[in-house]
């Protein structure tokens, strides 16, 4: 679905405040009563991915200030997503539950309950004061915010659409990423009751396909020869829904030429050529003439060439590239703007600035762009976390994560307990530096989006520090196993192959649990016995 309305159209109904259910669970939890609270600063992005992000992955680009967040505090190097979806995720990382708990577990027919439990709700209760600037993509109304304001469905880059507490669309004229920025240091420095402790929530569209950069770095990376992921010509031998995928870079039909990579051209009918002549058509006369002042010797120069097979490939690889990574510099000078203002106003001792992503993305690795995949590129998620006065640990943390932990970590900020229902860990022992012995030694994934854009089959699976084994199901059955010490990039499927047999009635052993542990409704059905025998199909 294109730049999607759905929110526009809810019935009042739906959309009304809910009942407020956290009063019980809403008891203090053991904290020291002297400390004065802690702000929280939740910033997320969309589908910035670690391989461009400085503190993770050198290869390609620098990200100075989001590398201050981590010299500063903590970088996690096994942070992951429970659903590698913009709704499902942020409906885990809200409640703190997996997909099926949430309800939220697809982008296209889902619209979030806003009527349980999340954690704004129970900060709030807990006397926080919690705003919401920026994506949201949850299709309810946002609920348990103070203040809010959010673009509809995906937003736009350029002169984006805004909706507000009142119900009002506006538009607010220049680039998403600094107004939303704006927004958020404006709520910070004149709409809060300095009094009370706070949690803001700055969420970006940035990096979010078709990575329409700010007119101001459209020069950026242009003189810059990207390295081609090893695996860039996978041929997905072993791999059936790898094969089907419809997230392709080569292919013509999912990396559009106009949409996705600007190269218009009004004798050519591409399948999302109107969406772009949308997003452009938003712009203003000094915007617009910037852009074609920019595209318009690449789009001849590239008319004229006419590159086919590989060389077409590679091409379009790297102009992917560099408009990926002109959108993620803005984000990274945007994210500084908001450093500079905590740090301006003396708030970074007591403030915990969290940074994140609502996925990882694939920058080319088996020749894709984005996610949905529990293969590790989209699997994964950046985490990286200043810390306030008191808190010294520095450096990495390696214990696994997942993105159903910051509403219970949050939680454990603000003094409220962990109510039963939530399924995540509070990072907050990892935080203090503590290295607790029963940390979740596997993680479970599901993904459910299908059949619908990018085609990716669903599926779900775990994962422990070495093996990953995923179920392809619904209109397939297939299983993958891998071995991420010999394989990290996953490109050979062990599952059925002799010698294999431990390991995999080990993980299958691991994935009754998990489903079980999780609740999840859909379990697997590859025979195991009760005392976790495997009984070969
Ligand atoms: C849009 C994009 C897809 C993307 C989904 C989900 N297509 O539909 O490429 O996978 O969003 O992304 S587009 O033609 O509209 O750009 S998510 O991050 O919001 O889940
Ligand atoms: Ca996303």
């Known amino acids: ?37 802690l702000n929280i600063v ?19 680009t620098v990200t100075p200030n989001l590398d201050r967040i981590a010299q ?36 296209t027919t889902c619209v979030f309950d806003a009527s349980q439990p999340t954690f704004p709700r129970y900060l709030q209760d807990a006397g926080y004061q919690t705003a919401l600037f920026g994506k949201w993509h949850l299709e309810s109304l946002p609920q348990g915010f103070d203040k809010w304001e959010i673009v509809p469905g995906q937003g736009d880059y350029y002169n984006p659409r805004f909706i507000e507490m009142n119900g009002d669309t506006i538009v607010r004229p220049g680039y998403l990423t600094h107004l939303i920025t704006d927004r958020s240091i404006d709520w910070l420095e004149n709409e809060r009751d300095k009094q009370k402790p706070f949690c803001l929530l700055i969420h970006h569209k940035a990096i979010h396909r078709n990575w329409m950069a700010d007119t101001a770095d459209l020069e950026l990376f242009e003189d810059k020869t ?15 829904a790898a094969k089907e995928q419809e997230m392709s870079i080569a292919s013509p039909h999912d990396m559009d030429i106009i949409y996705d990579l600007k190269m218009y051209n009004p004798n050519l009918d591409t399948r999302l050529k109107s969406t772009y002549e949308d997003f452009v058509g938003r712009m203003d006369p000094e915007q617009k003439a910037k852009w074609d002042a920019f595209y318009n010797p690449i ?21 992917y590239m560099r408009d990926y990574l002109k959108v993620v510099k803005s984000l990274d000078d945007n994210v500084g703007r908001v450093l500079k203002y905590l740090e301006d106003n003396d708030m970074l001792k007591n403030t915990l600035v ?23 590129e989209s699997f994964r998620t950046p985490l990286v976390m200043m810390l306030p006065e008191g808190f010294d640990r520095r450096g990495d943390v390696t214990e696994m ?21 939530i399924q995540g860990e509070s990072l907050m022992p990892l935080i203090r530096g503590e290295h607790p012995e029963n940390w979740r030694n596997t993680l479970y994934y599901h993904f459910y989006e299908f059949p619908a854009e990018h085609m990716v089959k669903r599926h ?8 990953k084994l995923i179920h392809f199901y619904n209109d397939i059955d297939q299983w993958e196993l891998y071995n991420l010490e010999n394989d990290p990039t996953e490109m050979h499927n062990i599952f059925g192959q002799p010698g294999t047999e431990d390991i995999t009635r080990s993980m299958m052993v691991k994935l009754r649990d998990a489903q079980l542990q999780y609740d999840d409704p859909i379990r697997f059905t590859y025979p195991i016995s009760d005392s976790g025998e495997l009984v070969k199909k």
């Not at 779900?460 to 093996?467: C, E, F, K, Q």
């Open 42 to 60: 939740y910033i997320m992005t969309d589908d910035h991915t670690a391989q461009a992000m400085s503190c993770y992955d050198k290869r390609y």
């Open 1 to 37: 679905m294109k730049n999607n309305l759905r929110g526009f159209l809810l019935p009042l109904t739906a959309i009304v405040a809910a009942a407020p259910q956290t009063q019980a669970a809403n008891k203090k939890a053991s904290q020291p009563q002297t400390q004065k609270p």
């Open 354 to 376: 969290v940074y994140t992503s609502d996925q990882g993305f694939y920058m080319g690795e088996h020749g894709w762009f984005d996610k949905r995949f529990m293969y590790e």
């Open 299 to 319: 789009i001849e120069k590239f008319y004229n060439d006419s590159l086919q097979g590989r060389e077409l490939a590679e091409w379009k690889f790297q102009r």
């Open 460 to 467: 779900y699976g775990v994962r422990d520090d070495r093996y």
């Open 401 to 421: 994560v997942q993105n159903i932990d910051y509403a219970p970590t949050f939680l454990e900020i603000a003094g409220v307990a962990k109510p039963a229902d």
């Open 226 to 240: 990207f390295p081609i992921p090893a695996n860039f010509y996978d041929d997905y031998s072993g791999r059936t």
């Open 72 to 107: 500063n505090g903590l970088r996690f190097t096994n942070s992951f997503v429970a659903n590698s979806l913009s709704g499902p995720s942020r409906a885990c990382m809200l409640t703190g539950k997996h997909s099926h708990k949430n309800g939220f577990t697809e982008n």
